[in-house]
């Protein structure tokens, strides 16, 4: 495996090792993908191979332009190209009709593809420089947290991928949301990047989850969405409504708190909430000081992937408000804390 610098030579290099069926992973301004040619099962094949990812989960296919959709899409419903035209490029998937020849295996043998154009553009210029459409999911083990940084994808799947191209960390931090338009209203199956208020301003009314990221349940989620997904090694113990204070101050009276534990919140309000009690963990962590959740979403991953390097007995973090991104991270949360 080597990591090369997003140079001009290297993204044609790149582009040339999905053409030729390599793996490649890229950064996206999500998280970092692990792309091949979607076009070519065996290709496809080593990237479930090397995320241990099981055949029932569908892969996203990623293409540099609305222009590129229609090679995987075999059709494009009006609010589909609304959207394409509004949040195109950007950290938005859409679930439409597939075309015959992409292979099964994208798509978990469903009739449908996810499809997003990302907006990064050392993602783009990959895209183009295979001349196909690339199919990749986030660049992490099966269930593990995704990566936002390239050191990540390095720690995690190194010896699995052909090459990593660094693109420095992820601006949004969390993965697409989900979109999907075979159904109406469309339905978000995975909460992410793109705010719902965004999608509804561009096609109106959209079915959302129920807020709180789960428990799961609901109405179906997105195939191979289980319950317990971007988890770090480390417990994750998430706190239920009335905030961490009180679901910590009884743990902690009961004994079943671990000796070292660390403490994750979205900012300075929620740490001034949790007051004197803040004083037992060994490690805290604030999302964004500020509480903005855009700036929260973009540091979560890398938070917990640092504290589940710190060999901590358990970590423990509660919900953000359901705006924005909050709905992503709190799905995230959510998840992680399910095993
Ligand atoms: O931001 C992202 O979306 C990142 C970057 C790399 O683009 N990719 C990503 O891929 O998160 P992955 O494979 O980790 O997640 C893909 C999600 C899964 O929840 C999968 O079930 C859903 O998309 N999905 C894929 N194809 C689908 C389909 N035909 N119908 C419903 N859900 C689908
Ligand atoms: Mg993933």
């Not at 090792?17 to 290709?43: H, K, M, Q, S, W």
């Not at 970590?315 to 959510?334: F, K, T």
Request: charged residues 20%.
């Amino acid at each position: 495996m080597e990591i090369l610098e997003p140079t001009a030579a290297n993204l044609a290099l790149a582009g040339a090792r999905i053409a030729a069926g390599g793996l490649v992973a890229l950064p996206t301004e999500t998280v970092y993908g692990l792309g091949a040619d979607a076009f070519n099962a065996a290709a496809v094949a080593r990237v479930f191979e090397a995320k241990a990812r099981p055949s029932f989960d569908p892969l996203i296919v990623h293409v540099a332009s609305a222009a590129g959709a229609s090679r995987v899409a075999a059709s494009i419903p009006p609010k589909a190209r609304a959207l394409m035209e509004a949040l195109w490029p950007g950290p938005l998937t859409l679930i439409l009709p597939k075309v015959e020849e992409l292979p099964e295996l994208v798509t978990s043998g469903l009739p449908s593809v996810a499809i997003r154009c990302p907006a990064h553009p050392v993602a783009r210029a990959i895209i183009e420089a295979s001349g196909t459409a690339v199919a990749a999911p986030s660049a992490n083990p099966f269930g593990y947290l995704s990566p936002t940084r390239a050191e990540h994808v390095a720690r995690m799947l190194g010896d699995r991928v052909d090459l990593i191209v660094d693109g420095g960390s992820c601006e949004i931090g969390v993965e697409s949301t989900v979109l999907d338009l075979t159904r109406e209203p469309p339905r978000v199956l995975r909460p992410g990047g793109m705010a719902r208020e965004a999608i509804e301003a561009a096609i109106g009314p959209i079915d959302f989850p129920p807020p709180g990221g789960g428990p799961a349940g609901g109405p179906s989620p997105s195939p191979g969405q289980l319950d317990s997904h971007y988890a770090p090694r480390t417990p994750l113990r998430l706190a239920p409504e009335g905030g961490l204070g009180p679901a910590f101050a009884e743990a902690l009276r009961e004994g079943r708190v671990g000796r070292r534990a660390a403490v994750l919140l979205l900012g300075e309000a929620e740490l001034a909430r949790l007051g004197s009690l803040a004083g037992a963990f060994a490690e805290l962590r604030l999302l964004a000081p500020g509480g903005g959740l855009a700036e929260a979403a973009a540091s979560l991953f890398s938070t917990l992937h640092e504290l589940d390097g710190l060999g901590l007995d358990e970590i423990w973090a509660e919900r953000v408000p359901e705006r924005g991104l909050g709905p992503a991270i709190n799905d995230r949360l959510y998840k992680a804390s399910t095993k």
